[in-house]
C-alpha cells in the first residue's frame, strides 16, 4: 500500500508540473523568413494507390515559390498501382521525380533505404520528410524554416490523425496528447524525440552522420537519425502549431493499429531516461490503481480516477485548443476507456514472439 500511495503522489506531482509547464512556458512561433532557400520533400511510397494523391495534392497547394521545391517520390516496388497513380500526377511538373527503388545502401532496409536513395538524388540544403498517407498544411515549409536556426539540424512538427469515425477521433485525441506532453518537455530545452512524417533535416547535419546508410538499422529510423544528429552536436526544434499540423490516415483494421503502435512502442525504447519516466508512470496507472482497491474503499478509488481523469481531460483540452481544435465532452471519457483498454492489449502484444510487420515487409 505504501508503494502504491507514493507512486500516486509522484504521478499527480508530474502531472501537475507537466499542466504548469503546458499554461505557463508556452513558446512562440513565427512564419518569418529572411530568405526562402530551395527546398527538397522527400517521400517513400509503398502501395500507396489510394493515399498518395492526397498528400500529393497538399504539397501542390503549399504557400511557397514553386520554382523553390523538388519533390522526390522513391516507389519502394510497389506491388499495386501507386507508381501508375504517381506517374499520371506528376507528368507536366518537372520538379516531381518518382525513382524506382530497386536495391540497397548500406545498412539500410526499408523506407530508411528509399529515403537514402532521394537523399542522394536531392538538390537542396533542406530535406522535408513525409509519409505518402499525410496531408501537410499550406503553411509547412514557411513554419518549419522558420526555426531552423543556425545551430539547428532538425526541426520537427505534429501530426493527427484525420477521420470521422469513433476509433478515429480517439486517434486523433491520443496522438495530440502524446506530443503535447513531448512539447512540454521541448520547451525547457530538453531532447525528446521526432516523427519523419513531419521533419525537417539540415543537409550538413545528415550528411554529418554519413545518411541512413551508415546508422544501424531500426523499424523507427526517423528517430535512429534524430539520435544521431544530436549526438554530433546539433540542437534541434519541436513545433506544436496549428501551421505544421500534418493529416495522417487513420489506421485502416484493429491489427494495423497495433503493428503500428508496436513498432513505435520499439521506437520508444530509444526515448531519453526523463521521457521513458513519464511513460512508463502515465503506463503503470492502472496496473498499481487495481491493486491498490484491496487496500481501500470505493470512494478512495473513485477520487483518484476521478482526479486523474480531470488532469488529462484539462490538459488535452489545452493541447487541442492551442491547435484551434476541440472535442465534444463525452469523448474525453471514451478516450479514457480508449487508453485503458489499448494499453493492456499493446503491453501483452508487444511482448509475444511475433515480427513487426511494417509496409508488407516482416523485421
Not at 3 to 23: C, K, N, P, R
Not at 159 to 175: C, H, K, P, V, Y
Not at 225 to 236: A, D, P, S, Y
Amino acid at each position: 500500500m505504501i508503494v502504491s500511495v507514493a507512486y500516486f503522489i509522484l504521478y499527480f506531482s508530474l502531472f501537475l508540473v507537466l499542466l504548469a509547464l503546458l499554461v505557463l512556458n508556452r513558446r512562440r512561433y513565427t512564419l518569418e523568413l529572411r530568405e526562402q532557400p530551395r527546398i527538397s520533400i522527400l517521400i517513400a511510397a509503398r502501395n500507396e494507390e489510394h493515399t498518395i494523391l492526397r498528400c500529393l495534392h497538399a504539397i501542390e497547394a503549399l504557400d511557397y515559390p514553386k520554382d523553390k521545391i523538388e519533390v522526390l517520390i522513391g516507389d519502394d516496388a510497389s506491388t499495386d498501382r501507386t507508381r501508375a497513380v504517381i506517374e499520371k500526377f506528376i507528368q507536366d511538373k518537372p520538379s516531381y521525380t518518382c525513382i524506382p527503388i530497386t536495391h540497397t545502401l548500406g545498412k539500410a532496409r526499408g523506407k530508411a533505404n528509399v529515403l537514402a536513395q532521394l537523399a542522394k538524388t536531392a538538390t537542396s540544403d533542406y530535406f522535408f520528410y513525409t509519409d505518402a498517407d499525410i496531408a501537410v498544411p499550406k503553411e509547412w515549409v514557411q513554419a518549419m524554416l522558420s526555426e531552423m536556426k543556425k545551430e539547428v539540424g532538425v526541426v520537427t512538427g505534429i501530426t493527427t490523425i484525420e477521420g470521422n469515425s469513433f476509433f478515429a477521433r480517439l486517434q486523433s485525441m491520443d496522438w495530440l496528447y502524446v506530443l503535447g506532453l513531448m512539447q512540454v518537455v521541448s520547451d525547457v530545452g530538453l531532447r525528446v524525440t521526432t516523427m519523419g512524417n513531419n521533419m525537417l533535416l539540415r543537409r550538413q547535419a545528415y550528411e554529418e552522420v554519413g545518411g541512413y546508410e551508415s546508422i544501424n538499422f531500426s523499424v523507427t529510423e526517423d528517430i535512429a537519425i534524430f539520435n544521431e544528429v544530436l549526438k554530433r552536436g546539433w540542437n534541434f526544434r519541436n513545433i506544436y502549431s496549428p501551421h505544421v499540423l500534418a493529416l495522417s490516415t487513420p489506421a485502416p483494421t484493429f491489427m494495423a493499429f497495433l503493428q503500428q503502435r508496436r513498432r513505435w512502442m520499439r521506437g520508444s525504447m530509444h526515448l531519453p531516461w526523463y521521457m521513458a519516466i513519464i511513460f512508463i508512470l502515465h503506463s503503470a496507472y492502472y496496473p498499481v490503481l487495481l491493486p491498490f482497491f484491496a487496500y481501500t474503499s470505493v470512494g478512495v478509488m473513485l477520487a483518484i480516477f476521478t482526479l486523474k481523469l480531470l488532469l488529462q481531460s484539462l490538459y488535452l483540452h489545452l493541447c487541442l485548443r492551442r491547435l484551434g481544435c476541440s472535442a465534444r465532452w463525452y469523448l474525453y471519457f471514451f478516450f479514457e476507456l480508449y487508453l485503458v483498454i489499448s494499453s493492456i492489449i499493446l503491453i501483452v502484444y508487444f511482448f509475444l514472439p511475433l515480427r513487426i510487420r511494417w509496409k508488407g515487409r516482416k523485421y
